[in-house]
């Protein structure tokens, strides 16, 4: 079967544009953040983090609190990962981690005493069921010792897993350990393809761990697809889609596969020859937004589809999307407390990183510190960029007399530039303009990244600190 792309119909809210892709891609920031994370300096420690924390409780402690949990280990390497993960076999690691962990755990719940409930909790990894059951059952038991949380029904509480490594008792178990979001990485159902990345994950064990899911009463079930890995082609991208629709996720992420071998040890093992070319690529795409549109998935933005029912495009519809380092979320202005080597908070008006090596890590929790290692506090101006950001990601539109009354600015002239590159995007037909809002067209939606980076400052600027492995990938 073959779908050119340029033949693709037009879907409801997304437009897909071969030629407009092609003249408009290039490197950019996901913008999971703004001012993005290779903007941190290690100038930022654990003082201008206490501050943050300080300020939020004397500002009344208003928003809700969220929790990121970082589990860093693999059991296995996937060839195609650009993730900071650890791969080991030896699980005493796990033990020795998870008391460092813990003291983190402690020391943050004191900090936020009293203050906020948790609405969000969220483990990320690596692979968070890397750890045991057991491991798990006493990590969620310490972490209500230490923080208030909201109930099941209040709260979104997730976790990534990996179908290999878990039993389907083991996924009730996760449900009846407080967990009520589940996601999971698929890619692709082809066995060569999978054999190809080293990901082997038989579909009977995909679909095993679905249902087992559903059974549980996870409230959504949300799965990743690749397109661009070796092997892949139109057919077999059509089959997996045909199987991923027919096993209904509540959610999906289709990810391009960005393949930077320099940059990512893993993916020297994978081979060069077996890679679908930019043109299948892209067809690739727009076979996904066909099919999954079709299917009746609605695209809320950067890689991710709904279902209409699911909480993710309700809160779309009704203006409350957010965006944070795990995605989106339907959690907006929350205070992000995040815990584990390498793992990213956002408190007030900063953002501050911990340690990225487990000895690093390790050291300043044994000399009892915060493992902070760099950051950044936000001016004004920051702030500005960064709610146009959002809206811009989550709504794809933009009030300018919102801005206007929450900020002291006229925006035409404080935005004089920026304007002047808008327009450029739309002529191309990227943006609509007026006196009140900038809105995305729906063939803007796929590019989102590029209407985004013209309102980053940063870009082009040089870093005050080297950042190791700091990249942007493609915007499409
Ligand atoms: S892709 Fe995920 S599961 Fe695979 S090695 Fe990377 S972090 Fe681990």
Redesign the pocket.
């Given at each position: 079967m073959a779908v050119p792309a340029s033949a693709v119909p037009i879907s409801s809210n997304v437009q897909f544009d071969a030629a407009l892709i092609r003249k408009m891609s290039q490197q950019g920031p996901r913008y999971t953040s703004y001012p993005t994370a290779d903007r941190f300096t290690d100038s930022f420690g654990m003082g201008d983090y206490l501050q943050a924390v300080n300020s939020v409780r004397s500002m009344g402690a208003r928003n809700p609190l969220s929790l990121y949990i970082h589990i860093p280990f693999?059991?296995?390497?996937?060839y195609?990962?650009?993730?900071n993960?650890i791969?080991t076999k030896v699980r005493s690691k796990a033990d020795e981690y998870l008391t460092y962990l813990k003291r983190e755990i402690e020391m943050q719940g004191k900090l936020f005493a009293d203050m906020n409930t948790v609405e969000q909790l969220h483990f990320g990894?690596?692979?968070p069921t890397y750890i045991s059951d057991a491991q798990m059952g006493e990590l969620m038991a310490y972490l209500r010792k230490w923080f208030r949380f909201a109930t099941d029904d209040d709260g979104e509480y997730s976790i990534e897993i990996?179908p290999r490594t878990v039993s389907q008792e083991r996924v009730h178990s996760l449900r009846a350990q407080g967990f009520n979001r589940i996601s999971f990485?698929v890619q692709d159902f082809d066995p060569d393809v999978q054999k190809a990345v080293n990901?082997i994950q038989p579909e009977e064990c995909t679909l095993g761990v679905m249902q087992a899911a559903r059974d549980a009463g996870f409230r959504s079930i949300s799965i990743d697809l690749i397109y661009g890995l070796p092997k892949q082609n139109l057919m077999t991208m059509d089959k997996t889609l045909s199987k991923v629709i027919a096993a209904n996720p509540d959610r999906l992420s289709v990810y391009n596969y960005a393949h930077m071998p320099t940059l990512f040890k893993?993916q020297r093992r994978i081979n060069e020859d077996e890679l679908p070319s930019g043109e299948t690529k892209l067809d690739m795409l727009s076979l996904c937004i066909k099919r999954l549109t079709e299917a009746g998935y609605v695209y809320i933005g950067m890689d991710h589809f709904a279902k209409p029912n699911d909480e993710l495009a309700i809160a779309q519809r009704q203006g409350r999307l957010h965006r944070n380092f795990q995605g989106y979320s339907t959690h907006a202005e929350a205070e992000m407390v995040a815990m584990g080597v390498s793992a990213i908070s956002s408190v007030g008006s900063t953002y501050s990183q911990n340690e990225k090596t487990l000895e690093g890590y390790y050291e300043r929790l044994e000399q009892g510190e915060l493992p902070i290692c760099r950051g950044l506090k936000m001016n004004v101006d920051d702030l500005l960029r960064r709610i146009i950001i959002q809206m811009l990601m989550c709504n794809f539109e933009l009030s300018v007399k919102s801005l206007e009354l929450a900020y002291p600015i006229t925006f035409a002239n404080y935005f004089e530039k920026e304007l002047e590159k808008l327009r450029a995007l739309e002529a191309d037909g990227l943006v609509t303009i007026d006196s009140e809002w900038i809105t995305v067209t729906p063939k803007g939606r796929l590019l989102i990244r590029n209407i985004c980076m013209v309102f980053d400052r940063y870009l082009g600027m040089p870093r005050e600190v080297k950042v190791e492995r700091m990249h942007y990938s493609k915007t499409i």
């Amino acid at each position: 079967m073959a779908v050119p792309a340029s033949a693709v119909p037009i879907s409801s809210n997304v437009q897909f544009d071969a030629a407009l892709i092609r003249k408009m891609s290039q490197q950019g920031p996901r913008y999971t953040s703004y001012p993005t994370a290779d903007r941190f300096t290690d100038s930022f420690g654990m003082g201008d983090y206490l501050q943050a924390v300080n300020s939020v409780r004397s500002m009344g402690a208003r928003n809700p609190l969220s929790l990121y949990i970082h589990i860093p280990f693999c059991d296995k390497l996937c060839y195609y990962c650009a993730c900071n993960k650890i791969i080991t076999k030896v699980r005493s690691k796990a033990d020795e981690y998870l008391t460092y962990l813990k003291r983190e755990i402690e020391m943050q719940g004191k900090l936020f005493a009293d203050m906020n409930t948790v609405e969000q909790l969220h483990f990320g990894g690596g692979t968070p069921t890397y750890i045991s059951d057991a491991q798990m059952g006493e990590l969620m038991a310490y972490l209500r010792k230490w923080f208030r949380f909201a109930t099941d029904d209040d709260g979104e509480y997730s976790i990534e897993i990996d179908p290999r490594t878990v039993s389907q008792e083991r996924v009730h178990s996760l449900r009846a350990q407080g967990f009520n979001r589940i996601s999971f990485g698929v890619q692709d159902f082809d066995p060569d393809v999978q054999k190809a990345v080293n990901r082997i994950q038989p579909e009977e064990c995909t679909l095993g761990v679905m249902q087992a899911a559903r059974d549980a009463g996870f409230r959504s079930i949300s799965i990743d697809l690749i397109y661009g890995l070796p092997k892949q082609n139109l057919m077999t991208m059509d089959k997996t889609l045909s199987k991923v629709i027919a096993a209904n996720p509540d959610r999906l992420s289709v990810y391009n596969y960005a393949h930077m071998p320099t940059l990512f040890k893993p993916q020297r093992r994978i081979n060069e020859d077996e890679l679908p070319s930019g043109e299948t690529k892209l067809d690739m795409l727009s076979l996904c937004i066909k099919r999954l549109t079709e299917a009746g998935y609605v695209y809320i933005g950067m890689d991710h589809f709904a279902k209409p029912n699911d909480e993710l495009a309700i809160a779309q519809r009704q203006g409350r999307l957010h965006r944070n380092f795990q995605g989106y979320s339907t959690h907006a202005e929350a205070e992000m407390v995040a815990m584990g080597v390498s793992a990213i908070s956002s408190v007030g008006s900063t953002y501050s990183q911990n340690e990225k090596t487990l000895e690093g890590y390790y050291e300043r929790l044994e000399q009892g510190e915060l493992p902070i290692c760099r950051g950044l506090k936000m001016n004004v101006d920051d702030l500005l960029r960064r709610i146009i950001i959002q809206m811009l990601m989550c709504n794809f539109e933009l009030s300018v007399k919102s801005l206007e009354l929450a900020y002291p600015i006229t925006f035409a002239n404080y935005f004089e530039k920026e304007l002047e590159k808008l327009r450029a995007l739309e002529a191309d037909g990227l943006v609509t303009i007026d006196s009140e809002w900038i809105t995305v067209t729906p063939k803007g939606r796929l590019l989102i990244r590029n209407i985004c980076m013209v309102f980053d400052r940063y870009l082009g600027m040089p870093r005050e600190v080297k950042v190791e492995r700091m990249h942007y990938s493609k915007t499409i």
